[in-house]
């Protein structure tokens, strides 16, 4: 009688097909973590849905303040390590997943800056989006300002950075920050006084209670480094305007400008200026004004006789080095009274705005952006970027603060490129820097400081995926902000918005910004000058010796030779 036959191996488990683990134990999770529950449950109840992992592209928007930037960074509140975390608690990634991004396809479309903002971010990943209703638990894990705006099944392929064709942000600069009159260096300002023995505050400035390192009190003493609890900031340094402390105001003329270059600005506005009311936000007024200084006045300014006292009068200051008097500040009393500041009478004119956008176009195309980024080398090939529109078009008002609206469109960017960007077209448009520098910023063998503008008016607006949508757009939905224009808006109104004027009201980030662009932070700005000087100098130095070589030829004297006949 044959033995009979060993009864058959049972199937071996199968794998999730969405998990990359080489762990058996975490790959053994093939269903949702709803699921997961249904497995203990009593038998005598349904079971619950098994749910599958769909790969996904979530539409969002983010305020940046109090973020250190999008990405994610051990020890640091990053966009990403909350939305990660806001994933798992909304039953998106399972527990085998948690805090291992790579396990669920996770992209990014955009890296932001700290404390840049975005209307209109996209990631991807596989995630479990069923039942009804996963943007609302995404959510509600969420702060109010991050919010998803919702979903789009995409392919198994898609990735939110690899297919993003074109990124556009927007920077908002405050008006006043083209004005070379306004908010002007601290070396521009104590030589406008005559004397660096002065303790003074930009009249434009709204009160912060900051010093400026290095400047002197009525008395002529230093401040000492922990009064009002601050410490003084490194001398030198181009972000130092963290100390505090109050004497008088001083009010500079309009027709003084940064390195001594004088422009009348007429009193013509934009009637197309764009207007928004803003939410309330703090007590909403500009109180007092920051303080001005400087760390030294140049050797070509000498100083000037002074009558200041602390009731409220008017100083005329001789320069005697050009020997003109002007008329550039007005001390208000010591307690912080006195008139409030005068709206300045420069706009956005269709001057302005003509050779603003043609600075701005010296960055469309392809260029080596490594004077424009950090980390960066010119022979990079990463270096090279294709900028495919930069302008400047429209102003906006929030909240009493009118602002330009630069928009950039490109493939991408690099760290800082944008703000960067930005700061060199402002300090050109302040007649800091020759719009010659354009000229040899793009080249490689020329490394440049260009100085780099405050985050907080920057923010992406959106990010771009024409070639995925035209190729699926017969079996997908398109990647797209279109259904989600309106709630986009309404997030930029209620949290972006307050948020650049807010900083601009209290912190003054753009105005102390600009009082730091001068030649002493940023020697490059004479590039120009020095390579015109040396190139000056060599061809003097060539042509001096082509002529004392000539002059020697010349001075040797003729040599006599025998002739060809010679007698017998």
Known sequence: MAAASPPPSPPSAKRPKMSSSSDPEADAEPTSPSAA??????????????????????LLGYCGAGYQGMQKNPGARTIEGDLEEALYQAG???????????RYDWARA???????????QVVSGRFYVDPPGFIDRLNAQLAPQIRAYGYVRVTNSFSAKKFCDRRRYLYLLPVFALDPSAHPDREAVMASMGSGGELTKCLECSERGRKVP?????????????????DAPVEGTVDSHDESGSIGDVKCDPTISDGGNTSAHGELGLSSNEKLDLPASGDGTEAGNAELGSNGVPDAVHSADADASIGNEEIKVEATDTEEKVQCMDFE?????????????FSYTN??????????????????FHNFTTRTKAEDPAAKRFIISFAADRVVSLDGIDFIRCEVV?????LHQ?????????????????????????????????PTAPEVGLYLDECMFTSYNKKWKDSHEAVSMEPYYEEAEEFKIKYIFPHIAAMEHKEGAVALWLHSLNNRNYPDFRYMETACAEAKVGAEVAADDEAKVGAEVDSIEEVQMPGDNVSE
């Open 418 to 450: 944008i703000r960067k960007m930005i700061g060199l077209a402002v300090a050109v448009m302040r007649n800091c820097a020759p719009e010659s520098i354009y000229d040899v910023a793009f080249r490689k063998d020329v490394n440049l400081n260009v």
């Open 214 to 230: 290095g400047a002197m009190g009525r008395e002529g003493k230093l401040p000492s480094p922990g009064e009002n609890g601050a």
């Open 110 to 120: 955009a890296r932001t800056d700290k404390g840049v903002s975005a209307a209109a």
């Open 410 to 414: 490109g493939q991408s960017f690099m």
């Open 92 to 102: 998106a990634v399972p527990e085998a997943d948690r805090a291992a991004p790579r």
């Open 333 to 345: 009393k010591s307690n912080g009274e006195g008139k409030p500041p005068t709206k300045s009478p």
């Open 351 to 368: 001057e302005v705005k003509e050779r603003f956008n043609r600075i701005l176009k010296y960055y469309v195309g392809t260029h080596n």
């Open 37 to 58: 529950a249904g497995a203990g449950a009593d038998p005598g109840q349904p079971r619950r849905p098994r749910y599958k992992r769909r790969k996904v592209a979530i």
